[in-house]
Protein backbone atom coordinates (compact mmCIF):
# COMPACT_ATOMS: atom_id res chain seq x y z
CA UNK A 1 0.00 0.00 0.00
CA UNK A 2 2.75 2.50 0.82
CA UNK A 3 4.65 1.89 -2.88
CA UNK A 4 1.15 3.06 -4.25
CA UNK A 5 0.94 6.16 -2.12
CA UNK A 6 4.43 7.03 -3.57
CA UNK A 7 3.53 6.51 -7.24
CA UNK A 8 -0.03 8.91 -6.41
CA UNK A 9 2.58 11.24 -4.87
CA UNK A 10 4.54 11.35 -7.51
CA UNK A 11 1.81 11.57 -10.41
CA UNK A 12 0.19 14.50 -8.06
CA UNK A 13 3.31 15.90 -7.85
CA UNK A 14 4.39 15.60 -12.28
CA UNK A 15 1.02 17.05 -12.85
CA UNK A 16 1.28 20.08 -10.36
CA UNK A 17 4.87 20.69 -11.98
CA UNK A 18 3.03 20.33 -15.62
CA UNK A 19 1.68 23.61 -14.51
CA UNK A 20 4.39 25.37 -13.70
CA UNK A 21 6.13 24.04 -16.86
CA UNK A 22 3.45 25.10 -19.19
CA UNK A 23 3.29 28.78 -17.55
CA UNK A 24 7.28 28.80 -17.79
CA UNK A 25 6.70 28.68 -21.49
CA UNK A 26 3.84 30.59 -21.74
CA UNK A 27 5.88 33.85 -20.25
CA UNK A 28 8.63 32.76 -22.41
CA UNK A 29 10.53 31.75 -19.44
CA UNK A 30 12.73 29.32 -21.51
CA UNK A 31 16.03 29.64 -19.16
CA UNK A 32 14.04 28.22 -16.43
CA UNK A 33 11.57 26.10 -17.97
CA UNK A 34 13.91 23.59 -20.35
CA UNK A 35 16.23 22.53 -17.02
CA UNK A 36 12.90 21.98 -15.10
CA UNK A 37 11.54 20.31 -18.33
CA UNK A 38 14.59 17.54 -18.41
CA UNK A 39 14.30 16.91 -14.84
CA UNK A 40 10.24 16.89 -15.33
CA UNK A 41 10.95 14.31 -18.46
CA UNK A 42 13.68 12.13 -15.91
CA UNK A 43 10.74 11.99 -13.53
CA UNK A 44 8.12 10.79 -15.81
CA UNK A 45 10.94 8.02 -17.05
CA UNK A 46 10.95 7.02 -13.41
CA UNK A 47 7.04 6.90 -12.91
CA UNK A 48 6.99 4.81 -16.33
CA UNK A 49 9.60 2.21 -14.55
CA UNK A 50 7.48 2.28 -11.51
CA UNK A 51 4.24 1.08 -13.51
CA UNK A 52 5.87 -1.79 -14.76
CA UNK A 53 7.66 -2.67 -11.85
CA UNK A 54 4.49 -2.61 -9.89
CA UNK A 55 2.72 -4.36 -12.82
CA UNK A 56 0.00 -1.45 -12.84
CA UNK A 57 0.59 -0.44 -16.76
CA UNK A 58 1.45 -2.93 -20.11
CA UNK A 59 4.75 -2.35 -21.51
CA UNK A 60 3.02 -1.27 -24.73
CA UNK A 61 1.12 1.81 -22.99
CA UNK A 62 4.60 2.57 -21.50
CA UNK A 63 6.02 2.33 -24.68
CA UNK A 64 3.66 4.67 -26.40
CA UNK A 65 4.19 7.49 -24.09
CA UNK A 66 7.95 6.52 -24.65
CA UNK A 67 7.06 7.48 -28.37
CA UNK A 68 5.46 11.00 -27.60
CA UNK A 69 8.50 11.84 -25.21
CA UNK A 70 10.88 11.67 -28.14
CA UNK A 71 8.50 14.01 -29.84
CA UNK A 72 8.74 16.01 -27.13
CA UNK A 73 12.76 16.29 -27.40
CA UNK A 74 12.48 17.38 -30.57
CA UNK A 75 10.26 19.97 -30.09
CA UNK A 76 12.58 21.15 -27.83
CA UNK A 77 15.76 20.70 -30.62
CA UNK A 78 13.05 22.52 -33.02
CA UNK A 79 12.89 25.44 -30.04
CA UNK A 80 8.95 25.24 -30.68
CA UNK A 81 7.90 26.28 -27.23
CA UNK A 82 3.91 25.98 -28.34
CA UNK A 83 4.37 22.74 -29.45
CA UNK A 84 5.60 21.79 -25.56
CA UNK A 85 3.12 23.46 -23.88
CA UNK A 86 0.19 21.81 -25.93
CA UNK A 87 1.87 18.70 -25.38
CA UNK A 88 2.09 18.86 -21.58
CA UNK A 89 -1.75 20.15 -21.52
CA UNK A 90 -2.97 17.45 -23.90
CA UNK A 91 -0.57 14.30 -23.86
CA UNK A 92 1.01 14.62 -20.35
CA UNK A 93 -1.87 15.91 -18.50
CA UNK A 94 -4.04 13.41 -19.69
CA UNK A 95 -1.85 10.33 -18.93
CA UNK A 96 -1.56 11.47 -15.76
CA UNK A 97 -4.92 12.29 -14.94
CA UNK A 98 -6.13 8.80 -16.15
CA UNK A 99 -3.00 6.95 -13.58
CA UNK A 100 -3.96 9.13 -11.03
CA UNK A 101 -7.66 8.30 -11.32
CA UNK A 102 -7.19 4.30 -11.52
CA UNK A 103 -4.54 4.42 -8.48
CA UNK A 104 -7.25 5.78 -6.60
CA UNK A 105 -9.69 3.24 -7.55
Known amino acids: MQDLKLGID???NLSL???TL???FIDGNIEEGLPRLLMFSEDIVVLMEWLLLMELEKEETIIELNFKLKSLI?????EDYDFITDFLMNEIKLILN???KTLND
Open 10 to 12: LIR
Open 17 to 19: RTN
Open 22 to 24: CQL
Open 74 to 78: ESIER
Open 98 to 100: YWE
